[in-house]
């Protein structure tokens, strides 16, 4: 067995559980606090639980994307016969998590808006709020299909991030 390896291995499963718990965590509270005060999951409002479902899954997919950059780093400290610091670990962990919660913020905006767009005249927050599911049903989906579309890019965009060695080309 690997010792290293396995080390790694449960170093990056806590890693991956931590993160997740800690941003949906803080996810659900800041929704919670910006725009529903008075919705819990234990109340009749099945509206809001179907939203706040389709932004905890949209969180999650975007954290799919983003928390295996950050293993990257961490497996590249663990290789690399120049170590790379905690801070440094930590800083690019900041970013990448920061660059995570900025698409999700993006994307949100653009499935209210496009929402808005679709459906004049129609306060999705307040239709949420009185227990309108065709609504909470048609926001989470649209939710989950442009995350689902941006997830690829914003891998992309956090993977180009990535501290890699360089190579020497000798071609």
Sequence with gaps: MNSQLFTLALLEIILSIGISVVVIFIS?????K?????????GDNLAFVIFTSGIMLSIGIILSEVVPSITNVIRLS??????????TIIGYSTLYL????VCALCINLAVFLLFSLLTKGVNEFKEIQRNNIAVAILVATILISI?????DSISLLISSLVPYPEVTNYL
């Design 28 to 32: 659900y509270i800041l929704l919670k």
């Design 34 to 42: 910006l725009f529903f005060k008075k919705e819990t999951l234990q």
């Design 78 to 87: 663990a290789t690399q016969n120049e170590a790379i610091s905690i801070t």
């Design 98 to 101: 920061f660059i995570g919660f």
């Design 147 to 151: 995350t689902l579309i941006a997830k």
